[in-house]
């Protein structure tokens, strides 16, 4: 298959789950923490610093970025740019960068990153939104962490306020934004195996593959 699916889910939304089944159903790679490290690699710094990064609110992420500037890094196959570390955006363009390889390459299903906003617009690509009333996202990710609701709500607050920062910041938008999507679930009013069927429906439908 030739295509890309890109998904965004809110906190318990089961952007994790249902992105993974969908990816194995169409027998392509499911990209999630890949990215950090991919990006990591193509600037040249420790896979866990891309991936404390990533989705941090901006001011975090700046923090982080500038501090890079004064370690000394492994040889990691590329030449050590200190101006990529000055400021936010380099690692932003670092991750497009890898997002559209995916595209151009063999395809994929990517959650979160960005992905629908990078890729838009492109004709083999189709863009999914995960959502749900909070409380219900909230209940369901307790109840499939085994954590209690008020740590739930906890990290929803954390997870969400990050995911639109990161959107706001550097590309204006709102992950609300129905014209992002070709697709928009309720995943906690919705089984995650109907979502997958949907999903595989509209990837049938858009990118012409057939669902198993």
């Not at 890079?68 to 936010?88: E, Q, T, W």
């Not at 955006?89 to 063999?106: K, M, N, P, W, Y």
């Amino acid at each position: 298959m030739a295509g890309t699916i890109t998904i965004s889910s809110s906190y318990g939304a089961l952007g994790d789950p249902i992105g993974r089944e969908v990816a194995r159903k169409l027998g392509l790679e499911f990209f999630d923490r890949l990215i950090p490290i991919a990006v990591a690699r193509e600037l040249a710094v420790e896979p866990e610093e891309a991936i404390a990064k990533d989705w941090r609110a901006p001011g975090r992420m700046e923090r982080v970025l500038g501090a890079l500037a004064s370690i000394s890094m492994p040889d990691m196959g590329a030449d050590v740019r200190p101006d990529l570390y000055a400021n936010p955006d380099a690692f932003r363009q670092a991750t497009e960068s890898v997002l559209r390889q995916i595209a151009d390459g063999g395809g994929g299903v990517i959650l979160g990153r960005a992905s629908m906003v990078v890729l838009a617009n492109r004709p083999d690509v189709l863009c999914v939104r995960l959502d749900g009333p909070v409380e219900a996202r909230i209940r369901q990710a307790a109840q499939r962490s085994g954590i209690d609701e008020d740590s739930a709500r906890k990290d929803q607050r954390e997870t969400d306020d990050a995911r639109t920062a990161y959107m706001r910041t550097f590309y204006g938008q709102s992950q609300d934004n129905p014209h992002l999507y070709h697709v928009i679930l309720d995943s906690t009013a919705l089984s995650p195996e109907t979502c997958v069927e949907i999903v595989l429906r509209a990837a049938h439908n858009r990118l012409g593959t057939v669902p198993a």
